[in-house]
């Protein structure tokens, strides 16, 4: 498709929008009483309007049957996590039994790691990607330390290579090579909350396999962003959290993936509570811990009602649309934004500079070269909101349940104003 940066042809996109009317499920914070021309649904996705309603639900009943609501109330709460896992399996590429809500990301991520990083004196080393999302680096630093070794000796660091803003899938392969026996876990995001970048996570998993070494996603920035197909692909875990793309609420709660091939099983090591022991035997308060069949076997606590409902509205509206169509949009609306950047940058003889690699989702990671950070408050004050990194990146998100391509456009017209007004001042 030939673009062209003019307000009529985003119009045109926006009209043959399938998700169009999604925009009106939502939201939207205002700037000088317009809405706001929002990129940063990778951090915390807009709020659906259903939400409320899920949540009014559960404080009425919560008001009107107490204790009773457990069993009585119109989604009883006791199963209520259940009806989280076949939509959320959708969205991950999963079987339903190979999914379910619990605690926060990084928690999750140790109870995971409690399973699937057991090291040996010969094997126990880590392969993570270099500049790891800081919550990661911690965890993986302190789980090596939690079995008495030290971060230098089990935690290899995939590297970019010199001057390049990307990691090479061939050099991740060649290290899990490498380090072969050797090798425990390997555990990156999936798609790099830095620069954007989605990795080949099947080509990894398969090689990690080979070597004998479990295989986990931190998939933070790719649930309900890129396809995923964790069964196939064998992947062993996953976790994520669903605030990002997913739209369910600030700090709110994580999915978790175990493969169907660690179900049901006594002899997997695991921090166990009452909730993952069998839900038809669980309230006869038995001293025996006798798993759950599906991944609710890593459930400890009872979960807290309050945040599942919101992730349930956004999985309704997930289940609705479905991945390919958010997909299919994602990727038109990105490369109408890089269009639009790449107008603006010759425009103003400016010096953008993508450094998300073509393996991308829904993120663009932009280098503005000359740019300081009076043009995101610029930015700021003309109602777009977007994420400034230190010295002068700018991520930019337009997640395709809500952003549309005459937000792209006004946007690139903010851009070139800001550009041409503040950034000579400088
Ligand atoms: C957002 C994000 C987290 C956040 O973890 P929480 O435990 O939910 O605070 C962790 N890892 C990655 C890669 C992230 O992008």
New binding site residues.
């Given amino acids: 498709m030939e673009f062209k940066n003019s307000l009529e042809f985003a119009q045109q996109l926006d009209a043959a929008d399938p998700l169009k009317d999604y925009r009106n499920e939502f939201h939207f914070p205002k700037v000088k009483g317009k809405d706001v021309i929002y990129f940063t649904g990778n ?1 915390l996705g807009l709020q659906p309007k259903r939400t409320q309603e899920y949540i009014d639900e559960v404080m009425t009943a919560w008001k009107d049957l107490a204790v009773e609501g457990h069993f009585h109330a119109e989604k009883p709460w006791w199963d209520y996590h259940e009806r989280l896992a076949a939509p959320l399996a959708k969205v991950v590429g999963a079987k339903t039994k190979e999914v379910t809500v619990m605690n ?4 999750n ?1 140790h109870m995971l790691m409690v399973s699937f990083y057991r090291p040996t004196s010969h094997r126990f080393k880590i392969i993570c990607e270099e500049k ?2 800081p ?2 680096q911690y965890m993986l630093k302190s789980q090596v330390q939690f079995h008495g070794l030290q971060p230098e000796d089990a935690i290899v660091e995939i590297k970019k290579r010199e001057g390049e803003h990307y990691w090479r899938t061939s050099d991740i392969l060649d290290k899990i090579k490498e380090v072969g026996d050797e090798l425990a876990l390997v555990l990156i ?1 999936g798609v790099n ?1 830095y620069n954007g970048q989605v990795f080949n996570m099947e080509a990894i998993t398969k090689s990690a396999k080979e070597v004998g070494a479990f295989v986990g996603w ?1 998939l ?2 790719a649930a309900g962003n890129v396809k995923l197909k964790l069964h196939d692909w064998g992947v062993d875990f996953a976790a994520w ?1 669903s ?2 793309y997913m739209n369910s609420g600030p ?1 709110n709660l ?1 999915g978790v993936f175990v493969h169907e091939q660690y179900l049901n099983r006594v002899d997997i090591p695991r921090f166990e509570g009452w909730w993952g022991t069998k839900k038809e035997t669980r309230f006869l308060m038995k001293p025996e811990f006798e798993p759950m069949e599906n991944a609710d076997a890593w459930q400890v606590s009872n979960p807290p009602i309050l945040s599942l409902a919101p992730y349930l509205a956004s999985l309704e509206m997930f289940d609705e649309v479905g991945m390919e169509p958010l997909i299919a949009k994602r990727d038109l609306i990105v490369a109408y934004l890089e269009f639009v950047l790449g107008e603006i940058d010759n425009e103003t003889a400016g010096s953008f500079q993508i450094i998300t690699p073509v393996e991308r989702g829904c993120q663009l990671s932009v280098f503005l070269h000359g740019q300081g950070k009076d043009l995101f408050n610029y930015l700021m004050d003309h109602g777009v909101i977007t994420d400034w990194r230190e010295p002068n990146v700018i991520r930019l998100a337009p997640a395709p349940f809500y952003c549309s391509f005459t937000d792209m456009y006004h946007f690139g017209q903010i851009l070139k104003s800001g550009i041409q007004l503040k950034g000579k001042v400088k």
């Fill in positions: 951090s926060t990301l990084s928690v991520l790891a999302f919550s990661d995001g909350y931190d933070a920035h959290c605030y990002k700090g994580s």
